[in-house]
């Protein structure tokens, strides 16, 4: 009797949010540093260079505001929707992410180095220089975004997708990855730390491409 055996996939997919947000009631103050903020919808809201430093975000939904250089180092986002915010220096050095949804964002220099993020999913919009530097992500998806010099270095991904992004300019430096799934970049540029790719996945025409970058890590020389 012939038995069947499961395909194995080639790597393990990310676990994305199941949000479902409760009746938000409006809020219209401002950040205050470890503030708990509970079912609340934050709209069209200018947080400009506000304090949030330890904030607790749960059950809520930030829409269309602005973060400029605003300080959330430390700050909890749980279960929770952020669409179209916008920001130059937001800080959010050491924060937590978990079963949040990032919505067309756009953002600069945004600091989340030590950051954790946890069922995260960042679909559309566009981030500059990302800095998730000693970050750890775990089932996070990336989603049809543009990140633009995104930083990782020494980070652990662990079930991390892109799907259909542009990805320029990124630092793998020391990072740790397991089940990072690239074959959905579109457009993939490793600037620093090709030799950091073991975990990941990479489609056939990624690695024609690369095979420069790999070529000059291995210090091989190719010649006609």
Excluded: W
């Amino acid at each position: 009797m012939a038995t069947t055996r499961k395909k194995k996939t080639a790597v393990a997919g990310a676990r994305r949010p199941e949000l479902r947000l409760p009746p938000l009631e409006p809020y219209e103050g401002r950040l205050e540093p470890d503030g708990d903020y509970d079912g609340l919808e934050l709209t069209g809201l200018d947080l400009t260079g506000q304090s949030g430093e330890g904030a607790r975000f749960l059950d809520c939904a930030l829409r269309d505001c602005a973060l400029d250089e605003a300080r959330l180092t430390g700050a909890r986002f749980l279960d929770s929707v952020l669409t179209g915010v916008r920001g130059v220096g937001t800080v959010l050095a050491g924060a937590q992410l978990r079963d949040v949804e990032l919505v067309d964002a756009r953002l600069g220099g945004a600091q989340l180095h030590g950051a954790v993020l946890e069922r995260v999913v960042v679909r559309g919009g566009k981030s500059d220089y990302l800095n998730l530097r000693s970050a750890k992500l775990k089932d996070v998806v990336f989603e049809g975004c543009v990140l633009s010099e995104p930083d990782f270095g020494g980070a652990r991904l662990d079930r991390v997708e892109f799907v259909d992004c542009v990805l320029t300019g990124v630092d793998f430096s020391g990072a740790r990855l397991t089940d990072v799934d690239l074959r959905g970049v579109q457009r993939l540029e490793i600037a620093r730390g090709v030799e950091s790719l073991a975990g990941a996945v990479i489609s056939t025409a990624q690695l024609l491409d690369l095979a420069p970058v790999l070529a000059a890590q291995l210090g091989v020389r190719v010649e006609e």
